[in-house]
């Protein structure tokens, strides 16, 4: 922007005070919220916050606001709007977590408020916090047998929890006595309030510094900044269309084989369109998507590849979105999402696939599932036995890029904000006991440039009684995939040794609801992310290095990338290369790899079976999708995953 030029009448420097000032009074917020809020979920950063304007359109969004929440809060306040038009007041707050309405899923409730300059309504703030439990079947409020939302949690609807600035008590302890910790619920009320009240504050701040329209024009000039600069850069790439499908494992409900998302992607002029036509019908589970969800899932995606913009409004115009009715991607009341976050990572994962052809310097692989961990029952170690929720996810890895690998143990693309829960703060407040968090080795995807490295989690279950265990989860079957002739990376899910017992038994990455006794033992891995680039291409040298650094074993290290290692010094974990064992091995493995991927899958069943061949031989050099838990072929799931691994990786073989 040039000195001279004008922004709705604000001159340069004003503009960018305003624009700055905006996002800062939303990080304010955040800070509000972790000081004063009740929840460890929150604490962790399950939550973002948003400026509106008078209409309900997003003007900032915070600086480490998860990407799940964004591209919604916008339909959520406009919702309000409607609810309440001609009916607000200076101190109103309002609740929703409607997802029907434009939410995610009813864990997020939003608190919203109108924000007045005298007697004129200019703005309003959002804040959005995941609470740990709604009600519901199960504790934590997901339950992946739900077919429908009645099973699933209390639905919010707009409604007022302060009036005028005064508490409405019996509309929060209503709200509140629907849940498994209503405690930590009021607490989390009043968190929320006052971190819209602290965006209230600020805007007020500016306009006594620089009057009511400058700031007004100011909120509405930022989103014409994005748009206009968005406009130009799609403008100038290339008119076109692309398209690809990715997975949901399966639909609990019906018979074996994965669930599509099909996206196409077409830019032409200065404006892109997706068309999610050919994308599966809603689901017998929590895993569908309703449109407000789905919307931010390409938001997100999209903007992962423009990261230098601020996130408001102006960026939403530039794009429109077709969805089939009911639909996986545009589910409508009552069907359940609960479990949205699993096609919003498939969507987020394809946009980034796409937009990776287009600007192939910022390419990127696939980048693992977000997962939850759900165990709930009552704590005996205290005499009231209350009632505990010990509510986890993990890091992972993100997809190797175009001359990059991965990263590393990193918070899940579903929300980059998000925090790795402190165990010890678990263990304060749950009696869960954590004896293993650790890097998994061999979870990165094979390529020229590895996927990131996930991690492994092993917990027990101390004093408890009346608990249960659920987990949601997705990539068991639809395992993370590589790009660029890269390897997928390993197959998520969950097993646990029952106390007593001396072997593991699989429950898979899809349950709810499952008894659990003190002593049980229970552990699950993140996978990695995909590989980009064929592995026999790596440096060797790379190669020994990630071995030294446990990121790869020895015996992967020849399997998926051909390089023979030598130990000089196992103590010190030094290996030297065996460079001419090196060229035989990745010759053979050349020769051989294609007509491993058409093996006939009961073969590779068999030997999987009998210990011949391990999961991660079956995925990466057959292309073969199992039952990991007693090694039985699924062969519609196979034949899908096949298809995505010949188009993805195998094509870009020499």
Same mark, same amino acid.
Not at 74 to 96: Q, S
Not at 211 to 234: F, H, L, N, P
Not at 244 to 258: F, K, N
């Given at each position: 922007?040039?000195?001279?030029?004008?922004?709705?009448?604000?001159?340069?420097?004003?503009?960018?005070?305003?624009?700055?000032?905006?996002?800062?009074?939303?990080?304010?917020?955040?800070?509000?919220?972790?000081?004063?809020?009740?929840?460890?979920?929150?604490?962790?950063?399950?939550?973002?916050?948003?400026?509106?304007?008078?209409?309900?359109?997003?003007?900032?969004?915070?600086?480490?606001?998860?990407?799940?929440?964004?591209?919604?809060?916008?339909?959520?306040?406009?919702?309000?709007?409607?609810?309440?038009?001609?009916?607000?007041?200076?101190?109103?707050?309002?609740?929703?977590?409607?997802?029907?309405?434009?939410?995610?899923?009813?864990?997020?409730?939003?608190?919203?408020?109108?924000?007045?300059?005298?007697?004129?309504?200019?703005?309003?703030?959002?804040?959005?916090?995941?609470?740990?439990?709604? /009600?519901?079947?199960?504790?934590?409020?997901?339950?992946?047998?739900?077919?429908?939302?009645?099973?699933?949690?209390?639905?919010?609807?707009?409604?007022?929890?302060?009036?005028?600035?005064?508490?409405?008590?019996?509309?929060?302890?209503?709200?509140?006595?629907?849940?498994?910790?209503?405690?930590?619920?009021?607490?989390?009320?009043?968190?929320?309030?006052?971190?819209?009240?602290?965006?209230?504050?600020?805007?007020?701040?500016?306009?006594?510094?620089?009057?009511?329209?400058?700031?007004?024009?100011?909120?509405?000039?930022?989103?014409?900044?994005?748009?206009?600069?968005?406009?130009?850069?799609?403008?100038?790439?290339?008119?076109?269309?692309?398209?690809?499908?990715?997975?949901?494992?399966?639909?609990?409900?019906?018979?074996?084989?994965?669930?599509?998302?099909?996206?196409?992607?077409?830019?032409?002029?200065?404006?892109?369109?997706?068309?999610?036509?050919?994308?599966?019908?809603?689901?017998?589970?929590?895993?569908?998507?309703?449109?407000?969800?789905?919307?931010?899932?390409?938001?997100?995606?999209?903007?992962?590849?423009?990261?230098?913009?601020?996130?408001?409004?102006?960026?939403?115009?530039?794009?429109?979105?077709?969805?089939?009715?009911?639909?996986?991607?545009?589910?409508?009341?009552?069907?359940?999402?609960?479990?949205?976050?699993?096609?919003?990572?498939?969507?987020?994962?394809?946009?980034?696939?796409?937009?990776?052809?287009?600007?192939?310097?910022?390419?990127?692989?696939?980048?693992?599932?977000?997962?939850?961990?759900?165990?709930?029952?009552?704590?005996?170690?205290?005499?009231?036995?209350?009632?505990?929720?010990?509510?986890?996810?993990?890091?992972?890895?993100?997809?190797?890029?175009?001359?990059?690998? /991965?990263?590393?143990?990193?918070?899940?693309?579903?929300?980059? /904000?998000?925090?790795?829960?402190?165990?010890?703060?678990?263990?304060?407040?749950?009696?869960?006991?954590?004896?293993?968090?650790?890097?998994?080795?061999?979870?990165?995807?094979?390529?020229?440039?590895?996927?990131?490295?996930?991690?492994?989690?092993?917990?027990?279950?101390?004093?408890? $009684?009346?608990?249960?265990?659920?987990?949601?989860?997705?990539?068991?079957?639809?395992?993370?995939?590589?790009?660029?002739?890269?390897?997928?990376?390993?197959?998520?899910?969950?097993?646990?040794?029952?106390?007593?017992? $001396?072997?593991? $038994?699989?429950?898979?990455?899809?349950?709810?609801?499952?008894?659990?006794?003190?002593?049980?033992?229970?552990?699950?891995?993140?996978?990695?992310?995909?590989?980009?680039?064929?592995?026999?291409?790596?440096?060797?040298?790379?190669?020994?290095?990630?071995?030294?650094?446990?990121?790869?074993?020895?015996?992967?290290?020849?399997?998926?990338?051909?390089?023979?290692?030598?130990?000089?010094?196992?103590?010190?974990?030094?290996?030297?290369?065996?460079?001419?064992?090196?060229?035989?091995?990745?010759?053979?493995?050349?020769? $051989?790899?294609?007509?491993?991927?058409?093996?006939?899958?009961?073969?590779?069943?068999?030997?999987?079976?009998?210990?011949?061949?391990?999961?991660?031989?079956?995925?990466?050099?057959?292309?073969?999708?199992?039952?990991?838990?007693?090694?039985?072929?699924?062969?519609?799931?196979?034949?899908?995953?096949?298809?995505?691994?010949?188009?993805?990786?195998?094509?870009?073989?020499?």
């Amino acid at each position: 922007m040039n000195n001279g030029d004008k922004l709705d009448g604000l001159d340069p420097v004003t503009f960018e005070v305003l624009k700055n000032s905006f996002i800062t009074s939303v990080d304010q917020m955040a800070e509000q919220m972790l000081r004063t809020c009740y929840s460890f979920v929150i604490y962790n950063r399950d939550f973002s916050n948003g400026l509106h304007d008078a209409e309900g359109n997003s003007v900032a969004q915070g600086t480490q606001d998860i990407a799940v929440h964004v591209g919604t809060l916008h339909f959520t306040c406009k919702e309000v709007i409607r609810a309440f038009e001609g009916d607000m007041l200076p101190g109103d707050v309002y609740a929703i977590n409607d997802p029907y309405a434009g939410g995610t899923h009813f864990s997020d409730v939003r608190l919203i408020r109108p924000i007045f300059d005298e007697d004129e309504l200019i703005g309003f703030s959002q804040s959005n916090g995941h609470w740990s439990d709604l /009600g519901g079947s199960v504790p934590g409020s997901f339950d992946v047998s739900a077919k429908d939302m009645f099973r699933e949690a209390l639905r919010i609807t707009p409604v007022r929890l302060f009036n005028g600035g005064r508490f409405c008590s019996d509309v929060a302890n209503l709200i509140a006595a629907n849940t498994r910790d209503p405690r930590s619920i009021i607490g989390d009320i009043h968190a929320q309030a006052q971190a819209t009240h602290v965006a209230e504050r600020d805007l007020l701040r500016l306009v006594k510094k620089y009057g009511r329209k400058t700031v007004t024009s100011g909120m509405a000039a930022v989103q014409d900044y994005v748009e206009r600069a968005m406009r130009q850069r799609i403008a100038a790439l290339p008119d076109g269309t692309w398209e690809t499908v990715d997975y949901i494992d399966r639909d609990p409900a019906a018979g074996e084989g994965m669930i599509p998302i099909h996206i196409k992607m077409t830019i032409k002029g200065d404006k892109v369109y997706y068309d999610f036509s050919g994308s599966h019908a809603t689901i017998g589970s929590i895993y569908n998507s309703a449109p407000g969800a789905t919307f931010s899932a390409v938001a997100a995606g999209m903007k992962t590849f423009f990261p230098d913009l601020p996130l408001n409004s102006g960026f939403y115009r530039i794009f429109e979105i077709v969805s089939p009715e009911n639909s996986i991607v545009s589910a409508q009341w009552p069907v359940a999402v609960t479990g949205f976050l699993m096609p919003f990572e498939k969507i987020m994962n394809s946009i980034f696939e796409m937009w990776s052809k287009i600007i192939p310097e910022r390419a990127i692989s696939c980048s693992f599932n977000l997962e939850y961990l759900l165990t709930g029952g009552h704590d005996l170690r205290h005499a009231e036995k209350p009632i505990f929720m010990f509510y986890d996810w993990l890091p992972g890895g993100w997809g190797g890029r175009n001359g990059l690998d /991965g990263c590393n143990a990193t918070t899940a693309c579903f929300g980059t /904000g998000l925090m790795a829960q402190p165990v010890e703060g678990q263990e304060r407040v749950n009696p869960v006991l954590t004896t293993r968090f650790e890097i998994k080795q061999d979870s990165a995807g094979p390529g020229k440039f590895r996927g990131g490295v996930g991690v492994e989690k092993t917990s027990i279950l101390l004093e408890a $009684e009346k608990s249960v265990i659920s987990y949601i989860c997705d990539r068991e079957r639809a395992v993370v995939w590589g790009t660029n002739g890269g390897l997928p990376s390993m197959p998520h899910g969950l097993t646990i040794r029952r106390a007593g017992e $001396e072997r593991d $038994e699989w429950l898979g990455s899809v349950f709810s609801d499952v008894p659990l006794r003190t002593g049980d033992i229970f552990s699950r891995p993140t996978a990695g992310g995909g590989g980009f680039g064929d592995p026999l291409d790596r440096d060797p040298e790379m190669v020994r290095e990630d071995v030294e650094n446990d990121y790869v074993s020895v015996d992967r290290a020849r399997k998926d990338y051909g390089v023979v290692l030598t130990v000089a010094d196992a103590d010190l974990a030094e290996y030297a290369i065996d460079i001419e064992a090196t060229e035989r091995e990745r010759a053979s493995l050349r020769a $051989e790899r294609r007509a491993r991927t058409a093996t006939d899958p009961a073969i590779v069943s068999e030997m999987y079976k009998s210990g011949k061949i391990d999961v991660l031989d079956v995925i990466r050099h057959y292309a073969v999708i199992l039952d990991w838990g007693n090694g039985a072929e699924l062969p519609e799931t196979t034949r899908q995953f096949r298809e995505m691994h010949e188009k993805r990786t195998v094509s870009h073989w020499k």
